[in-house]
Every structure is written in structure tokens, then in C-alpha cells.
């Protein structure tokens, strides 16, 4: 069963879930502040920022103080702190409003192109927010202007930046559900996430500054052969491990202090953020050329319009079907007529609804019968499989009346919208696969088409049209 923390008109729902993981989440950054190698994580901020970005309805003032709320009262309860607890969370809360007042209106649902421009976002929105909090966060903690709020200044700033940027591209993510684990366990899948792991015990034994970036191969490996989300919890969990690493002297990169009042452990943060980024780019431009490629392979063999077959796609589809010479192949090929008069008086993108609609009805008609096709302008073919004569004709008048019956809407108006039919049927004779039998008897079906035309249109001329019955005019 599926619990939803936040519905969009039910404030006080919303204000309590926020309050309420607010609250665990403080609790949880207040303990991992004891041990040195942990004080990085105070993931509140970055938590309560991908929550708000997600639900936008959230960004209003009475569900910031609600979460500054519970800040509040986790310091005072749990902290033993008075006035320091509402001068201190303003930082917090100032991390949230900036980070998620730059991203919100970026992380909707976009193409792929667009979501490349807005994870470049990520970077500023928690560079800005960081620099926000800490300078607040500073100022309130040490409250003059010396070394010690050089350093105060310095560790605020790395633990937000580092945070968000690590936290965040996991929190944005829209397509956990369509990850699958199992398909994870593959080789090629697998080999880079070892490989990270083998980095990072070869950046330590190497140490100094370069041992952070070691890994950065591997990770661009990562983004390359896994999906998004997995590519950002490779992301975090490495640069949570390189923070560790780092805080217990396994991973030497100590610098001059004389020449910046940063600890080791500082310098890792932003190190590790800087890091964390470059991977997390590649892995969304990945996917958007992914989705680009498969895009563009259903777009050589499906219309863009109608979302039929094109020609292309039914000589593709067609390769699909079993050849046989005692099998026959049936034709219908259909024209609309008077179709130059519908773009001349009510514009092409009246006649596009036209062919859309008309590819409807047709579909609609047909099934999973044939092969449905829109052959080029205003014409459409149907390709069927061990049919007679009078099923063929059956099916094609059935098509032709369900343009006829019900008219078409056009800017307001109504409009009767009729076609022209031509039909082909015939068994393999020289032909040895379908696609040349198609070709064929596509341009036997030109013929009677061509009949049905000068015949006065809006009617179905059938195989053999010269010494047979065309049907009546509707």
C-alpha cells in the first residue's frame, strides 16, 4: 500500500509529514555530528529541499515555519539550546528557500534535452544556498568578524554544498520505479560499480590531493553503462566513502594551513562536491541521447502524425511475417479526396486533424486484422494476410463508410470527408518475400484507385475493377 505524505489542498496533512520528518531528520543529523567522520551529514536541508521542488505546492511561508518549527524544537528538546536554536536554523532554512526557490521551476517533467540544462542547475542553486546558510550560520555562531568565523564560515559552507550537491540528484529523481535490479545484475552493469570500489582503495593507497578525483573514471564509466538513479546512488555512497576515508588519515590529502584556515576534512567536502557533479552530467546526457536514438528509430518507422506505420515501418513489419507461396497478400490503398480543398480552406493544420482523425477510424475498422500505413500525403495503405475477395472488399467498404457516417469537425464547422478506394490481391509469384509482393500489388491497387476516382470518387473499385462492379456513390 502506497502512503502519500503531501495532497496539495490538505494543509494541515502537509504542515504535520513536514513537521514530523523535519524533526526525525534533525535528530538523525544531530548524532551524526558526534563521530568526526560522520559530521559531514546534516541531511535535513538538502531532504526538506527535494521534498519542496517535488511538490511545489510546499513553497509557502507557513510550511517553511513549520519546518523551521521543528528545527526549533529538536535543538531545544534534544540539544539543551534556548535563543541559539531560533538564531542557528534561520541558516537551515535560508539553505531550503534559496536552493529550492532557483530549481523549482525547472524540475517538472521536460524533455532530455532540458533536463541536461536543468541538472546543470543543481551546481549554482547549492553553491548559492550554501553560501547563504553559512554566512548566516557564521555570523550567529561566532558573531565577530576574525579567523574563527573565517573557519566557522568555511565548515558551514563545505557541509551544505557537499550535502545538497550529493543529496540532491538523488532526490530529484523521477524514474526509480522504472529501474530494474535484476537487469542490474548483468556484467557489463556490475563491472563499473567495481570498478569505483577498486578506485577508491587505489586512491588511498596513492593519496595526497589526486587520490579524491581517482575515482572519477569510474564513475563516468558508471554514468556511461547505468541508468540515472542508480549513476546518483553510486554518486553519494562514493563520496560518502571518500569523507571517511579522508577522516581517518586512510586517504592523506592534508594541504598548507598557512595558506587557507581549512581543515583536511573540509577541503575533502568540497573536493568530494566538485567530484560528485561532472559524473551526474554525463549520466543525464546519457539518457537524453538514449531516449534521442529511440526516438528517432520510432520516428523512421511510425508516421509522426497519425502514429501509423510508415513506409518504411511496413516493409519493416512486414519482415515479420512468415513467407509462404501458398499464402496471399490483400491491398487496400486509400485516397481522401478533395483533401487540397480542405488545406485551402481551412489551413494544413485542419487537414492534419483530417488525416489524424481518418487514421482513427481506420484503426478502429481494421485491428489487429493488418498492417495500417500512411504511404505518403494524403494516402494510406492496409496490407492484410489470407484474404478473399469478397473479405477484402468487405473490409475496405466498412472503412470507407465510417469516413462517410460521421462528419468531421473543422474550426466549427462540420464537413463531410470522403475516400477513394483500390484494391489488390494476389499470391507470391516470382516474388521470394513480402515487401516486393507489396510493391506490386500497391501499384495494382493505384489502378483501381485511379477508377474509383474517375468514377466520381467516394467509392471502392475492387480487384480485377475492369470487369467488375465498383459500389454506389454514398
Known amino acids: 500500500m502506497r502512503v502519500k505524505l503531501f495532497e496539495e489542498h490538505n494543509f494541515k496533512k502537509n504542515a504535520l509529514s513536514l513537521f514530523l520528518i523535519t524533526l526525525l531528520f534533525c535528530f538523525v543529523g544531530s548524532h551524526l555530528r558526534i563521530p568526526e567522520e560522520l559530521s559531514l551529514f546534516w541531511p535535513v536541508n538538502a531532504l526538506i529541499a527535494g521534498l519542496m521542488v517535488r511538490n511545489p505546492f510546499l513553497h509557502q511561508a507557513r510550511y517553511y515555519l513549520a519546518c523551521f518549527s521543528a528545527m526549533v524544537f529538536n535543538d531545544t528538546v534534544f540539544s539543551g539550546w534556548a535563543l541559539p536554536a531560533f538564531t542557528l536554523n534561520v541558516a537551515n532554512i535560508l539553505f531550503v528557500l534559496v536552493a529550492v526557490s532557483m530549481l523549482i ?95 577508491l582503495g587505489l586512491g588511498a593507497m596513492m593519496g595526497g590531493a589526486g587520490s579524491l578525483t581517482f575515482p572519477v573514471p569510474a564513475l563516468i564509466w558508471c554514468a556511461i553503462a547505468l541508468p540515472v538513479p542508480m549513476t546518483s546512488l553510486v554518486i553519494l555512497i562514493t563520496g560518502i566513502a571518500e569523507i571517511i576515508l579522508v577522516s581517518h588519515g586512510v586517504m592523506n590529502i592534508e594541504g598548507n594551513e598557512n595558506l587557507l584556515p581549512l581543515s583536511h576534512l573540509t577541503s575533502a567536502r568540497l573536493g568530494v562536491a566538485t567530484v560528485a557533479l561532472s559524473p551526474l552530467i554525463v549520466a543525464v546526457s546519457m539518457d537524453a541521447i538514449r531516449q534521442l536514438n529511440q526516438r528517432l528509430a520510432l520516428r523512421a518507422d511510425y508516421d509522426f502524425l497519425t502514429q501509423l506505420l510508415s513506409r518504411s515501418g511496413l516493409y519493416e513489419s512486414l519482415k515479420q511475417e512468415k513467407f509462404s507461396a501458398d499464402r496471399n497478400m490483400g491491398v487496400i490503398l486509400l485516397d481522401v479526396d478533395y483533401f487540397k480543398a480542405i488545406n485551402d480552406n481551412f489551413g494544413h493544420d485542419a487537414g492534419d486533424k483530417v488525416l489524424e482523425e481518418i487514421a482513427r477510424r481506420m484503426q478502429r ?110
Open 105 to 199: 521551476k525547472h524540475f517538472q517533467e521536460q524533455s532530455g534535452s532540458e533536463r541536461i540544462t536543468h541538472a546543470l542547475r543543481i551546481f549554482p542553486a547549492c553553491l548559492l544556498a550554501a553560501f547563504a546558510c553559512a554566512t548566516w550560520g557564521a555570523l550567529a555562531q561566532e558573531g565577530k568578524f576574525n579567523m574563527q568565523l573565517a573557519t566557522a564560515w568555511g565548515d558551514w559552507f563545505s557541509e551544505q554544498f557537499s550535502t545538497g550537491a550529493m543529496l540532491l540528484p538523488c532526490l530529484l529523481i523521477r524514474h526509480w520505479q522504472s529501474t530494474s535490479f535484476r537487469h542490474l545484475l548483468q556484467i557489463n552493469k556490475i563491472s563499473p560499480v567495481i570498478a569505483v570500489v577498486l578506485s
Open 365 to 474: 475498422v481494421v485491428g489487429n486484422e493488418g498492417h495500417i500505413c500512411r504511404f505518403g500525403g494524403e494516402e494510406f495503405v492496409v496490407v492484410l494476410f489470407d484474404q478473399n475477395q469478397h473479405q477484402l472488399y468487405k473490409l475496405a467498404e466498412a472503412i470507407r463508410q465510417t469516413m462517410v457516417k460521421e462528419k468531421f469537425w473543422l474550426h466549427g464547422n462540420t464537413v463531410t470527408v470522403t475516400v477513394s478506394l483500390g484494391l489488390a490481391l494476389d499470391r507470391p509469384a516470382e516474388e521470394r518475400e513480402w515487401q516486393s509482393l507489396a510493391n506490386r500489388l500497391i501499384s495494382s491497387a493505384d489502378k483501381n484507385l485511379y477508377i474509383s476516382k474517375r468514377n466520381g470518387r467516394n467509392q471502392t473499385s475492387p480487384v480485377n475493377a475492369k470487369h467488375e462492379f465498383t459500389s454506389n456513390v454514398a
